[in-house]
């Protein structure tokens, strides 16, 4: 059998409980077969010259976790410049935030060939390699020039933007002709996948060979949608825990004569968050009857503070949040609580379940997984109702919610309000569907159905 290498811009020990779904699912794939690991330490070596990582190997159970240091040319340029100032922006729509500088392209080219000599003599014949997201997109180009003919996937954890918008990067060709040197491209969603083939049939005359694959630039690619998912299982146990349910009953004590509306994100620009406290100020506004009552809780975790977009963001949302509580707060009653901070994971679940309503609102997202973590802490006898952005990849699997346009005030309040006012039958019917969908779709349907699919891609 294959050892599977998984590649991803940071990587995480598989036996730490505290690593997360996605951590999990890797790591459990990793474990059937032995495999390795390799990404970024998280380290800044402060000398070393630019593009040579120091590396350090170790083992995990089963599992061999490689990781190298990068030096801070490298950090600023790779990380902070090409990948989070330039793609994140773009493939999530905001051509306005975008910093195209020079430097940047030049740092994230040098990493990936770093990466690609450092991984290189880690690799057995007969490896497949799945790699991870934005980071890494030409890693696999790298490899091949490098002689590597091994099975290479990838997959993409953000949105694929559409062409017209793909097109502002500067290095947009050579962006999408690095996809073409992976037997697999992994997506999203099918949104996702018909921006890349438009884009391949309009810029590289694309030819379809079958439903999956398509043909250009001189390659051939298998691309599909994989909506990734969450541990079900995991989460619904995390839920039933003593600390969840403590959390739960505690916010349930504390607000109990109020409706509680639930937001977690990582703080972030694409997540939609000052978008939603303009629909709740607008809620308060047209529904009165909420007053004194619907209570806003925004647990948004720091997140690149570094980057000067995050900066005005936050900015942005405690003056959203401090007007709404001035215009309309009583001295019993705080409409918004904004709290810019991680929460401990155990306590995700017990959050979301005492939350009327999940509010996730992003202007647009990959995935997003708190909508189905949301949706998992119900109580199915009485569970709250999901509002879900359109723009979410989630909003093509999760029909049952209500879908919004988080740059309308005024319709994400009339949602709101439907949210809020939604009779028990049907909260228990929506909660159904939505559960028995993101069960069937978990994450390890997700690994598998991707692993699978590279397998068959390259037959
Ligand atoms: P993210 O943008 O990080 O992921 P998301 O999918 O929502 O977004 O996952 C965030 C995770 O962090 C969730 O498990 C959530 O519970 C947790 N989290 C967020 N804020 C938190 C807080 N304040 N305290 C504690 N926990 C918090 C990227 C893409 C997504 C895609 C995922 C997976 O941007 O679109 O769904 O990868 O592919």
């Not at 298998?222 to 403590?246: C, H, N, Q, W, Y």
């Amino acid at each position: 059998m294959s050892r599977l290498v998984v590649i991803s811009n940071r990587i995480a020990d598989p036996r730490k409980p505290a690593a997360g779904g996605l951590a999990v699912a890797l790591g459990d794939a990793l474990n059937k077969t032995g495999g390795l690991w390799f990404g970024w330490s998280g380290n800044i070596a402060e000398e070393g010259s630019p593009g040579e990582g120091e590396m350090h190997v170790r083992q995990a159970g089963t599992v061999t976790l490689a990781t190298v240091n990068l030096c801070r040319e490298d950090h600023d340029t790779y990380y902070h410049g090409y990948s989070n100032s330039v793609l994140w922006p773009v493939f999530h729509y905001r051509l306005d935030l975008a910093d195209f500088n020079a430097r940047y392209i030049a740092g994230y080219r040098r990493v990936n060939q770093m990466f690609a000599r450092k991984l290189l003599p880690l690799l057995r014949d007969d490896d497949i390699l799945w790699i991870h997201d934005y980071h890494l997109i030409p890693l696999a180009a790298e490899l091949r020039t490098m002689g590597c003919r091994q099975r290479m996937g990838f997959f993409l954890h953000i949105p694929m933007p559409p062409p017209l918008i793909m097109a502002a990067i500067p290095q947009h060709e050579w962006l999408m002709r690095s996809f073409m040197a992976y037997d697999l491209v992994g997506l999203q969603s099918e949104a996702d996948v018909s921006h890349f083939k438009r884009y391949v049939r309009n810029e590289g005359s694309a030819e379809e060979v079958d439903s999956t694959r398509v043909r250009a630039f001189g390659a051939t690619v298998a691309v599909k949608a994989f909506p990734i998912g969450i541990d079900v299982d995991e989460f619904s146990r995390l839920t039933l825990a003593p600390e969840a349910m403590e959390t739960c009953q505690g916010m349930r004590e504390e607000y109990s004569r109020r409706r509680l509306l639930m937001g977690i994100d990582r703080l972030d620009y694409s997540k939609g968050i000052p978008h939603r406290v303009r629909a709740f100020r607008e809620l308060l506004d047209r529904y009165p009857e909420n007053r004194g009552s619907a209570t806003l809780i925004m647990i948004a975790s720091p997140s690149r503070d570094d980057v000067n977009a995050y900066g005005d963001l936050r900015q942005e949302l405690e003056g959203l949040c401090g007007s709404v509580n001035g215009d309309y707060g009583e001295l019993d009653w705080m409409p918004v609580r904004y709290i810019h901070r991680m929460v401990a994971r155990k306590r995700v679940p017990g959050l979301c379940r005492a939350a009327a309503v999940g509010l996730v609102t992003p202007l647009r997202d990959g995935m997003n997984l708190v909508a189905k973590e949301y949706v998992v802490a119900q109580d199915p006898e009485d569970p709250g109702v999901l509002v879900l952005s359109r723009f979410a990849g989630a909003a093509e699997q999760l029909k049952e919610a209500l879908l919004v346009n988080p740059y309308d005030p005024e319709g994400m309040a009339n949602c709101i309000q439907q949210a809020l006012q939604m009779p028990l039958e049907e909260r228990q019917q929506r909660h159904q569907k939505l559960m028995a969908r993101i069960r069937e779709f978990d994450v390890h349907w997700w690994r598998k159905a991707f692993l699978q699919a590279l397998n068959e891609a390259s037959a």
